[in-house]
């Protein structure tokens, strides 16, 4: 059953029809609940709240122009959700996809597209996703790899397609949170490692960040598999 929380958000943006719509629907997660408990990383000057949020506002307007019903999880940045209840509206929604945006926090440089290639068990016992959510996140993830890396072809090192357990948390867990409360199609986008004085110089750019925007627009399309001629 969907949680309080994530009906709030649905009723405040309206969506109460968008399981009847005809448009493809994505759902993007601008990471980390904002909260004291979960307030992300920080670089010198930017932390990863602020830039998951702002990617993830520009992202949810573009795929707007293009046909496509985008919702954000998190309308505001100062509200507090979980991963679960984060789920919960992707769930709700019967999203096509399920994008997650954050920033890495191991060492190095560059992004990397991550999905569920097996299932895991959260905290509260919770097992997931299903094999079929797993099967297609993997292609998804692919088509949206490869879009992505087109896009931003010597902007940023490209760090490949990873699998949730070979995050920390994945690797305890088996899955990512998110991941394992996703009944949809779901990948996980760290577009910067912020502790990188480079990438994080790079994501702060006004120039370059109409360029991830566009790249992350294209991989959806892509993982959809919608005609971008």
């Known amino acids: 059953m969907i949680g309080r929380t994530a009906l709030s958000v649905l009723a405040l943006l309206g969506l109460a029809t968008t399981a009847l719509c005809s448009q493809p629907v994505v759902v993007i997660d601008p990471g980390h609940p904002a909260g004291p408990r979960d307030p992300g990383l920080k670089g010198k000057k930017l932390s990863e709240v602020q830039a998951n949020f702002h990617i993830a506002t520009l992202l949810v307007k573009l795929l707007k122009t293009q ?26 929604a019967k999203a096509d996809f399920f994008v997650r945006l954050h920033c890495d926090q191991t060492t190095g440089s560059g992004y990397a597209v991550i999905y569920p290639a097996a299932q895991g068990t959260a905290p509260d016992g919770q097992k997931g996703p299903g094999k079929q959510v797993i099967v297609a996140s993997a292609k998804m993830a692919s088509l949206f790899h490869k879009a992505m890396a087109s896009s931003l072809k010597g902007e940023l090192l490209d760090n490949g397609v990873k699998t949730d357990a070979q995050t920390p948390v994945g690797a305890k867990q088996g899955a990512l949170t998110g991941s394992i409360y996703s009944q949809v199609p779901t990948i996980l986008v760290n577009m910067v490692v912020l502790g990188s004085a480079h990438d994080e110089a790079w994501i702060s750019n006004r120039k370059n960040v109409p360029k991830l925007v566009e790249a992350l627009d294209k991989g959806v399309l892509a993982a959809l598999e919608m005609n971008q001629e």
């Open 67 to 92: 046909g496509i019903t985008a919702i954000i999880t998190r309308p505001d940045i100062r509200l507090q959700m979980t991963n679960k209840r984060r789920a919960e509206i992707a769930n709700w």
